[in-house]
């Protein structure tokens, strides 16, 4: 159980466009879902918490509005990276929060040229 | 705050023989800690987890943990390794930061087995 997935797993895409991963509870609901990004041999750093009807709330440091987060459903968020850059470039990985335990997805590495 | 040091960045041994990889926290509260595992260009799948019950916890694969509040740690043994442990490991603590959970990972402890 507590399965979370992610899609796209990889994704090219070309600079100033948008593109838009999205985070899936498949066995269970997640009001809270929450992104990080991870840079090459480094750790995790998180993004925003993602609430379930409610704005997203974003770390220091984050811009809200080039990383836009919606979650609509109680098994769904998405993030869009609006106007991507080369330097936006990353493994993106969101989690799912059931009961005490956030799980985590598969990853998303994004690539802009 | 919170914070989670992972004394060493690399650990190498071989198979067969014992895996130990250590964690030290600080945190304000009574906290949570997970292990979690990453393999190359994989998402995070969690080892194991401390929620303030028995102080020594098995997680999957043979791996198992003991919270030592006197010490603040939290280290990761195996009895004996297996080529599949090879990966990345994550110890992360859990707290409230203005009433909002957070976690906060350490810097990661890759380890190799040598067969």
Redesign the interface.
């Known amino acids: 159980g507590a399965v979370?997935s992610?899609h796209p797993s990889w994704v090219i895409c070309k600079s100033g466009t948008s593109v838009k991963i999205e985070c899936r509870s498949l066995d269970f609901q997640a009001t809270?879902m929450?992104w990080y990004r991870q840079f090459p041999k480094?750790?995790?750093?998180?993004m925003a918490?993602s609430n379930e009807g409610s704005k997203a709330?974003y770390e220091q440091g984050v811009e809200k509005d080039k990383f836009l987060i919606n979650h609509a459903s109680l098994t769904l968020s998405t993030l869009t990276v609006t106007s991507a850059h080369p330097e936006d470039s990353s493994?993106y990985?969101c989690?799912a929060?059931s009961a005490?335990?956030?799980?985590?997805?598969?990853?998303t590495?994004l690539t802009v040229l | 705050a919170q914070s989670v040091t992972q004394l060493d960045s690399h650990v190498s041994v071989s198979e067969g023989t014992p895996v130990l990889l250590r964690c030290n926290y600080s945190s304000s509260y009574s906290p949570s800690l997970f292990w979690y595992v990453q393999h190359p260009n994989k998402g995070l799948q969690l080892l194991l987890k401390y929620t303030s019950a028995a102080t020594l916890v098995k997680g999957i694969n043979g791996f198992e943990a003991e919270f030592k509040k006197s010490e603040t740690s939290f280290h990761l043994t195996k009895p004996s390794a297996h080529m599949s442990d090879a990966a990345e490991y994550f110890c992360v603590v859990s707290d409230l930061d203005f009433g909002n959970e957070k976690l906060t990972f350490g810097t990661g402890t890759r380890l190799t087995i040598i067969p």
């Open positions: 979370v992610q809270t929450f480094q750790s995790l750093m998180l918490t709330t493994f990985i989690s929060r005490d335990t956030q799980y985590f997805g598969p990853g590495r």
